[in-house]
Nanobody
């Protein structure tokens, strides 16, 4: 079992910043990919950013240049620094991991709400 707990969401004005964190715990042998997804009401869940165990990153076009994903492998922590936030970034942000427990499997967190509004 893997538990993912997100934190750092909240209400922010357009142009503001937030830093999301995700703590992974449980019987983890190793973590492969970690990622942030988001889902707004009435919309499909979409990938925001992902990072491999080696540090390679991918971003959705809509957040490139504004968001930065990072991880601390030793602590099984994942972060998302979000700058220049826009109202369209409003969504529930969910942490995802593909971890070896010991076999590779997918796990999701409960999410943290981000609301961008004046």
């Amino acid at each position: 079992q893997v538990q993912l707990v997100e934190s750092g969401g909240g209400l922010v004005q357009p142009g503001g910043s937030l830093r999301l964190s995700c703590a992974a715990s449980g019987s983890i042998f190793s973590i492969n990919v970690m990622a942030w997804y988001r889902q707004a009401p009435g919309k499909q869940r979409e990938l925001v950013a992902r990072i491999t165990s080696g540090g390679s990153t991918n971003y959705a076009d809509s957040v490139k240049g504004r968001f930065t994903i990072s991880r601390e492998n030793a602590k099984n922590m994942l972060y998302l620094q979000m700058n220049s936030l826009k109202p369209e970034d409003t969504a529930m942000y969910l942490c995802f991991t593909n971890a070896n427990v010991p076999y590779a499997s997918n796990w999701w967190g409960q999410g943290t709400q981000v609301t961008v509004s004046s």
